[in-house]
């Protein structure tokens, strides 16, 4: 008895002291030096880094720029995702619930991390275990380890029985002594890789590392057979290497990793003043691609907490308000119908001892005890608690005007804890008790429906949010389609759903009749309906599967314990800031100040990063291409280069390295469809070769005449600035006041470029063969309308 009570008052502030603390590593995010070492020592990097130090050795120092450019890439990347780091680990904390624990017989709240071993650490419904441990408290205490095992049906325990971290209390209240913490407890070592920093699964990064793959094997090739052509047709060593250089530099899409990261990381930090939490940053990728919204109205269409409305007595001579009171104060940690009932009844009256309890689960939608000579009373749905009769109908008609409504009933007995569980049939009722029974007093109950006898019906009413509606129509404007799940009489969720003008709110669907192993026509019915009432846990899981088989990209909101399994599995889960800590631990994104209207922006961020590195990609893509086709003419045809790195330099900072970090951030609308690598395949190939093409076709029109080496040098550049600046408009469109200052001020800055002496002999130019010069733009323009054509009539091709 000592040792129980020791337990049970929790550890001393002496043993704490000296206890192992629960440090686990956040994986937010990466440390300081996993950051410099991803953007420093890169294959790309020791390249370029080798082609810069033969310049430096071999040339003349303007044509080393190129090295500089990558060295403010590397500083950039670096700060920019310093900076998201920053915000990620803020916000991370932020987003830490509290651990309640009890020390020197007192109840506490301390951070996760200063959990430590041997504490005595107290449960309620929505916890998420952080720990190991051992349960020394049980008031009905259901643990779902779903998470942990794949079994969806919760775990009754008991005193002894063993509790894991990862899983999360559904039911019920208890404790339990931490026995494994920090990197011993078994979810930290089950996901020992998980715990360090990493990306999930993100076509975007996929399809920008396979670029960098294939790019890479393909330089080493062309760039020997380049530097070998250069050297063997050259007289000067030295023009010979740079202009080797210059070709290989071309072909590395040096920026495209820059940008994609700079993309992600502002995003992160564009949504981290918004309160919201990216956990994982290509989930930022997922809210582009989301064209199917899940909204639990509990907590996302309606606010958190709820007001007791009318209590309406259905048979005299019952104590509906004792009974009310007694129930609402039977759980330690009440959820937010218990409270509206503790709020006007302050406290459970004299006598009303229960015995057998079952707490409240979003399974079984209703909770009950015993209380001894008064009987076992249970307070639930109607719909769920009542099979038909005056009391139902009533109950409906509630309903029908968008109240809660819960049925207060007397049962002759209660059901074991996790018989509810166990409903297979979509019309099975919870409790079946005999349809007749003996009241306390010696009277015969007279039971409604399925062993309940209605006694009052209560009806609470849920707080709208004032911005749910505006955010409904934004996403309809956007295309996405909302499907309201929520666990309460579809009749109520489409009173509220049709008042915040949702389409089709009108039609209904108890979940309850919907197929259970016929997942073809579930789809269907997901498709052409939006509101379902009364759907479980499981069956949220199964909705968000079913969507995802009909080729859906499916986002799930969520904050109750009840939407844990249809977070994790949706394509991105969302929780609310206030929600469970099991929610919040298991979705991608948290919205932190529990604002609905911030959703929105956060599938706006998503749409403008996605849509913004397409773009961007189709530059450097091209880029790499027009040099690949370059190389391997000049190298197969055994020519000079037709540029200095310098002039790649020029032409590749303002027609790609500056407009790209504009259209990068730029905002965008337009949401993201799969097959990213086809489509800048489709853009970047031809528009490639035929750069390339004009390139070559100027410089050998000009170098063919009495001009200098440096003249027809400045030809290819005039063909290579105007096709790419042309490949920039495509690109750029649709084409807004800001972009066409954009691409105007880049073909001006090239212009007074040529004009300006310094200028001019710093990159090598001298435009004074007006001949080839007026040759080099004619040939532009054939090739301009070439790659309008041809990307025109790619874009229609489907691989």
């Given at each position: 008895m000592?040792?129980?009570?020791?337990?049970?008052?929790?550890?001393?502030?002496?043993?704490?002291?000296?206890?192992?603390?629960?440090?686990?590593?956040?994986?937010?995010?990466?440390?300081?030096s996993?950051?410099?070492?991803?953007?420093?020592?890169?294959?790309?990097?020791l390249?370029?880094?080798?082609?810069?130090?033969?310049?430096?050795?071999?040339?003349?120092?303007?044509?080393?720029?190129?090295?500089?450019?990558?060295v403010?890439?590397?500083?950039?990347?670096?700060?920019?995702?310093?900076?998201a780091?920053?915000?990620?680990?803020?916000?991370?904390?932020?987003?830490?619930?509290?651990v309640?624990?009890?020390?020197?017989g007192?109840?506490?709240?301390?951070?996760?991390?200063?959990v430590?071993?041997?504490?005595?650490?107290?449960?309620?419904?929505g916890?998420?275990l952080?720990?190991?441990?051992?349960?020394?408290?049980?008031?009905?205490?259901?643990?779902?380890?779903?998470?942990?095992?794949?079994?969806?049906?919760?775990?009754?325990?008991?005193?002894g029985?063993?509790?894991?971290s990862?899983?999360?209390?559904v039911a019920?209240?208890?404790?339990?002594?931490?026995?494994?913490?920090?990197?011993?407890a078994?979810?930290?070592?089950?996901?020992?890789?998980?715990?360090?920093?990493?990306?999930?699964?993100?076509?975007?990064?996929?399809?920008?590392?396979?670029?960098?793959?294939?790019?890479t094997?393909?330089?080493?090739?062309?760039?020997?057979?380049?530097?070998?052509?250069?050297?063997?047709?050259?007289?000067?060593?030295?023009t010979?290497?740079?202009?080797?250089?210059?070709?290989?530099?071309?072909?590395?899409?040096?920026?495209?990793?820059l940008?994609?990261?700079?993309?992600?990381?502002?995003?992160?930090?564009?949504?981290?003043?918004?309160?919201?939490?990216?956990?994982?940053l290509?989930?930022?990728?997922?809210?582009?691609?989301?064209?199917?919204?899940?909204?639990?109205k509990?907590?996302?269409?309606?606010?958190?907490?709820?007001?007791?409305?009318?209590?309406?007595?259905?048979?005299?001579?019952?104590?509906?308000?004792?009974?009310?009171?007694?129930?609402?104060?039977?759980?330690h940690?009440?959820?937010?119908?218990?409270?509206?009932?503790?709020?006007?009844?302050q406290?459970?009256?004299?006598?009303?001892?229960?015995?057998?309890?079952?707490?409240f689960?979003?399974?079984?939608?209703?909770?009950?005890?015993?209380?001894?000579?008064?009987?076992?009373?249970?307070?639930?749905?109607?719909?769920?608690?009542?099979?038909?009769?005056?009391?139902y109908?009533?109950?409906?008609?509630?309903?029908?005007?968008?109240?809660?409504?819960?049925?207060?009933?007397?049962?002759?007995?209660?059901?074991a804890?996790?018989?509810?569980?166990?409903?297979?049939?979509?019309?099975?009722?919870?409790?079946?008790?005999?349809r007749?029974?003996?009241?306390?007093?010696?009277?015969?109950?007279?039971e409604?429906?399925?062993?309940?006898?209605?006694?009052?019906?209560?009806t609470?009413?849920?707080?709208v949010?004032?911005?749910a509606?505006?955010?409904?129509?934004?996403?309809?404007?956007?295309?996405?389609?909302?499907?309201?799940?929520?666990?309460?009489n579809p009749?109520?969720?489409?009173?509220?759903?049709?008042?915040?003008?949702?389409?089709?709110a009108?039609?209904?669907?108890?979940?309850?009749?919907?197929?259970?192993?016929?997942?073809a026509?579930?789809?269907?019915?997901?498709?052409s309906?939006?509101?379902f009432?009364?759907?479980?846990?499981?069956?949220?899981?199964?909705?968000?599967?079913?969507l995802?088989?009909?080729g859906?990209t499916?986002?799930?909101?969520?904050?109750?314990?009840?939407?844990?399994?249809?977070?994790?599995?949706?394509?991105?889960?969302?929780?609310?800031?206030?929600?469970?800590?099991?929610?919040?631990?298991?979705a991608?994104?948290?919205?932190?100040?529990?604002?609905?209207?911030t959703l929105?922006?956060?599938?706006?961020?998503?749409?403008?990063?996605?849509a913004?590195?397409?773009?961007?990609?189709?530059?450097f893509?091209?880029?790499?291409?027009?040099?690949?086709?370059?190389?391997?003419?000049v190298?197969?045809?055994?020519?000079?280069f037709p540029?200095?790195?310098?002039?790649?330099?020029?032409?590749?900072?303002?027609?790609?390295g500056?407009?790209?970090?504009?259209?990068?951030?730029?905002?965008?609308?337009?949401?993201?469809?799969?097959?990213?690598?086809?489509?800048?395949?489709?853009?970047?190939?031809p528009?490639?070769v035929?750069?390339?093409?004009?390139?070559?076709?100027?410089?050998w029109?000009?170098h063919?005449?009495?001009?200098?080496l440096?003249?027809?040098?400045?030809s290819?550049?005039?063909?290579?600035?105007?096709?790419?600046?042309?490949?920039?408009v495509?690109i750029?469109?649709?084409?807004?006041?800001?972009?066409?200052?954009?691409?105007a001020?880049?073909?001006?800055?090239?212009?007074?470029?040529?004009?300006?002496?310094?200028v001019?002999h710093?990159?090598?130019?001298?435009?004074?063969?007006?001949?080839?010069?007026?040759?080099?733009?004619?040939?532009?323009?054939?090739?301009?309308?070439?790659?309008?054509?041809?990307?025109?009539?790619?874009?229609?091709?489907?691989?």
């Amino acid at each position: 008895m000592d040792r129980l009570s020791t337990v049970a008052n929790g550890l001393t502030s002496a043993q704490v002291a000296g206890a192992k603390p629960n440090h686990v590593p956040r994986r937010s995010s990466r440390s300081l030096s996993a950051i410099v070492r991803a953007n420093v020592f890169t294959l790309f990097n020791l390249v370029i880094g080798v082609l810069w130090a033969l310049v430096l050795i071999f040339g003349e120092w303007q044509d080393s720029l190129f090295g500089l450019v990558i060295v403010a890439n590397v500083l950039i990347g670096i700060v920019q995702e310093l900076r998201a780091k920053r915000t990620l680990d803020k916000l991370a904390v932020i987003n830490e619930a509290p651990v309640r624990v009890r020390r020197d017989g007192e109840e506490r709240l301390v951070q996760p991390r200063q959990v430590v071993l041997g504490d005595l650490i107290l449960l309620a419904p929505g916890d998420r275990l952080l720990v190991d441990g051992e349960v020394i408290e049980s008031d009905g205490l259901e643990v779902d380890e779903s998470l942990l095992t794949g079994e969806a049906d919760p775990v009754h325990k008991q005193p002894g029985d063993e509790v894991l971290s990862g899983s999360f209390a559904v039911a019920g209240a208890g404790a339990f002594v931490a026995t494994r913490v920090g990197t011993d407890a078994y979810a930290v070592k089950l996901a020992e890789e998980a715990s360090k920093f990493h990306l999930a699964h993100s076509e975007l990064r996929e399809g920008v590392a396979n670029f960098i793959k294939y790019i890479t094997w393909l330089v080493i090739p062309i760039g020997a057979l380049l530097i070998y052509s250069q050297l063997k047709h050259s007289a000067d060593f030295g023009t010979a290497i740079t202009g080797a250089v210059a070709g290989i530099v071309t072909m590395i899409p040096e920026g495209l990793v820059l940008m994609t990261s700079i993309a992600f990381a502002v995003g992160v930090v564009r949504l981290g003043r918004r309160k919201c939490l990216v956990q994982e940053l290509p989930a930022i990728e997922g809210l582009a691609r989301v064209d199917v919204l899940c909204l639990d109205k509990t907590g996302t269409l309606t606010a958190g907490g709820m007001d007791l409305d009318q209590v309406l007595p259905l048979r005299d001579g019952h104590p509906v308000e004792d009974a009310l009171a007694a129930l609402a104060h039977l759980d330690h940690s009440p959820n937010a119908t218990a409270q509206a009932i503790r709020a006007r009844y302050q406290s459970a009256r004299d006598g009303w001892t229960a015995g057998e309890t079952v707490p409240f689960s979003s399974a079984r939608k209703w909770s009950g005890a015993h209380f001894g000579e008064r009987g076992a009373w249970v307070l639930g749905a109607p719909d769920v608690l009542l099979d038909g009769g005056d009391a139902y109908d009533r109950a409906a008609e509630l309903a029908a005007t968008g109240a809660r409504v819960l049925v207060l009933g007397r049962a002759r007995t209660l059901p074991a804890p996790l018989a509810a569980e166990a409903r297979t049939e979509p019309d099975r009722t919870p409790i079946e008790a005999d349809r007749t029974g003996i009241d306390a007093d010696g009277a015969e109950i007279e039971e409604d429906g399925a062993g309940v006898e209605a006694v009052a019906l209560v009806t609470l009413k849920q707080r709208v949010r004032p911005d749910a509606q505006e955010t409904l129509r934004y996403f309809a404007k956007q295309g996405v389609t909302v499907k309201v799940i929520s666990g309460d009489n579809p009749t109520a969720v489409s009173a509220i759903a049709t008042g915040l003008e949702i389409p089709d709110a009108h039609r209904s669907i108890d979940a309850r009749d919907l197929p259970y192993d016929d997942e073809a026509k579930l789809g269907e019915l997901l498709d052409s309906h939006t509101v379902f009432g009364r759907v479980s846990p499981r069956q949220k899981r199964q909705f968000v599967t079913a969507l995802q088989a009909r080729g859906h990209t499916v986002a799930m909101t969520g904050d109750g314990v009840n939407d844990v399994l249809a977070l994790k599995d949706a394509d991105l889960g969302i929780a609310m800031g206030a929600g469970s800590p099991a929610t919040k631990a298991v979705a991608q994104v948290v919205l932190l100040d529990d604002k609905f209207a911030t959703l929105p922006h956060v599938v706006g961020e998503g749409r403008r990063v996605l849509a913004n590195i397409e773009r961007v990609s189709n530059l450097f893509l091209t880029k790499t291409f027009y040099a690949i086709v370059l190389s391997l003419l000049v190298g197969v045809a055994g020519v000079m280069f037709p540029f200095a790195p310098r002039h790649s330099t020029l032409t590749n900072a303002l027609t790609i390295g500056v407009p790209a970090l504009f259209l990068a951030l730029a905002p965008t609308f337009e949401r993201s469809k799969p097959g990213f690598v086809p489509r800048v395949l489709r853009f970047a190939v031809p528009a490639g070769v035929l750069c390339a093409a004009a390139v070559l076709l100027s410089f050998w029109a000009a170098h063919s005449g009495t001009s200098t080496l440096v003249e027809d040098q400045t030809s290819a550049v005039i063909t290579l600035f105007l096709t790419t600046w042309w490949v920039l408009v495509l690109i750029a469109r649709p084409l807004n006041w800001w972009r066409i200052a954009l691409v105007a001020s880049m073909a001006a800055a090239f212009a007074i470029g040529l004009t300006i002496p310094f200028v001019r002999h710093f990159f090598a130019l001298e435009p004074g063969d007006l001949s080839n010069d007026l040759t080099a733009v004619g040939i532009s323009i054939v090739a301009a309308v070439m790659i309008s054509v041809a990307v025109k009539v790619a874009g229609t091709l489907r691989t």
